[in-house]
Structure formats: structure tokens, C-alpha cells
């Protein structure tokens, strides 16, 4: 009975709160150590509202640059196309995650999660500003990378304030979704893509990325 106490006193106990710049010097040192797929095979689920509707679920199978898109499901009913095609991963965690020579983050507050502190930063740019700007980033205060990023971002007649989640997948950091309301030419939009279902192979065979025939590409977010 003592002994179960005492593991139930220590549960509770709050973690080990630490300096803010310790937690970006970690974060730094997390980021330069921390590597992106190559090879990976995930399911995402894309919702879109505004000048364009669209709810679809596709699976992508990627390696390298090299992409092959099956498109499973389209308003609730199911189909299968397939999209082969050579684009870069816009959405990985080298890509996304603004590092100390961009900005300067100053310290908003530790937020308690799941037994662990995470810690939460205004992010200022110290450029002009760019088309994807980061507004604020809690860190995860037991990886010291991001899980979550808030950013503004501008495009051809297009800008919205959007929310990206990160997550563990096996060794890696990866996205588990996108949120983002804005403005379409003026029109109200929103967004939401979420991610799920990741594998890494050591390597995918060449078959994969065989088409019988080519199809027009989708206005779909490219990864």
C-alpha cells in the first residue's frame, strides 16, 4: 500500500521546468540532429471550403522525389486513380520548422501536457516578411521539437492564419495536420488536411511508380 502511494505522489509531481533558452538551444540541436523521410507511405484526408469544395482521402507512396498519389475516396463514395509524378515534400519538418537565424523567439509560457512541460514562443521575423511567416511554436518538451506551429501565409490572391501539428512516427517527426482559414480572391476559405497511417520502408520497388496511363494532376496540396 506504501508503495503504491508513493508511485501515485510521484505521478503528480510537476516536471522539471526548464530555462526558455536552454529549450532552444535543445530545439536547435534536435532540429540539426533529426533527419526527414525518404521513403514513406502514409494515408491524408483533405477537406476544402470556399471557391473550391473538396473531401477526398488519398494514400501516397514517396521516395524521394518521386510520388505515386492513389486517390481512394471522393465525396464519400469510393474510386481509385492514380497520379505518378516528381514534386518536392513541401511538408516536412527541415522544411517547416523556423530556426533561430530567421527569428527571434521570445518566451509566452510553459504549458503542461501528458506529465511534461511544453513550451510556447512568439516567433518575430527578422527578415521581410515571406509568403509562409511563423507567428508562434510550442516545443515538445521531451523530443525539443516543434508540435505546434502557427503561421500567416500569403499566395496569389490568396491569404490565410493556419495551425500545423507535428507527431512521432517510428525515428521520425512528421505532420499530423493542417489548418487553415483565410481569404480566396476575397472569398472566405478553410483547409484541413490530416495525416495518418505512416510507414518507412527501406525501400519501395520500382513498380511502384508505374502508371498505365497519365492523368490530369489535382488542385491538391503536393507533399
Known amino acids: 500500500?506504501?508503495?503504491?502511494?508513493?508511485?501515485?505522489?510521484?505521478?503528480?509531481?510537476?516536471?522539471?521546468?526548464l530555462d526558455s533558452q536552454v529549450v532552444l538551444k535543445r530545439y536547435e540541436a534536435r532540429l540539426m540532429a533529426t533527419k526527414d523521410p525518404q521513403t514513406l507511405i502514409?494515408?491524408?484526408?483533405?477537406?476544402?471550403?470556399?471557391?473550391?469544395?473538396?473531401?477526398?482521402?488519398?494514400?501516397?507512396?514517396?521516395?524521394?522525389?518521386?510520388?505515386?498519389?492513389?486517390t481512394l475516396v471522393v465525396d464519400?463514395?469510393?474510386?481509385?486513380?492514380?497520379r505518378i509524378a516528381r514534386y518536392r515534400n513541401r511538408y516536412t519538418l527541415h522544411d517547416l520548422a523556423p530556426r533561430t537565424a530567421q527569428y527571434v523567439f521570445l518566451f509566452v509560457r510553459p504549458i503542461v501536457?501528458?506529465?511534461?512541460?511544453d513550451y510556447l514562443y512568439r516567433a518575430v521575423p527578422l527578415g521581410a516578411p515571406a509568403a509562409f511567416t511563423v507567428r508562434?511554436?510550442?516545443?515538445?518538451?521531451?523530443?525539443?521539437?516543434p508540435r505546434e506551429i502557427r503561421f500567416h501565409s500569403i499566395g496569389a490572391g490568396a491569404r490565410g492564419d493556419g495551425t500545423l501539428a507535428f507527431t512521432a512516427a517510428g525515428k521520425y517527426w512528421v505532420p499530423l495536420s493542417i489548418a487553415v482559414q483565410g481569404t480566396v480572391n476575397?472569398?472566405?476559405?478553410?483547409?484541413?488536411?490530416?495525416?495518418?497511417g505512416y510507414q518507412f520502408p527501406p525501400a519501395l520497388p520500382q513498380s511502384t511508380f508505374h502508371s498505365p496511363r497519365a492523368l490530369p494532376s489535382a488542385v491538391l496540396p503536393t507533399f
Do not use: C, W
Open 136 to 145: 508562434t511554436m510550442t516545443i515538445d518538451g521531451t523530443t525539443f521539437l
Open 1 to 17: 500500500m506504501i508503495a503504491a502511494l508513493a508511485m501515485f505522489a510521484a505521478s503528480l509531481t510537476p516536471p522539471k521546468l
Open 42 to 70: 502514409f494515408l491524408y484526408a483533405v477537406s476544402q471550403a470556399g471557391p473550391q469544395d473538396i473531401d477526398q482521402m488519398h494514400r501516397v507512396y514517396r521516395s524521394g522525389s518521386l510520388v505515386r498519389d492513389e
Open 186 to 196: 476575397g472569398r472566405a476559405a478553410r483547409e484541413r488536411i490530416t495525416f495518418s
Open 113 to 117: 501536457s501528458n506529465g511534461r512541460y
Open 76 to 82: 464519400g463514395v469510393k474510386q481509385k486513380t492514380t
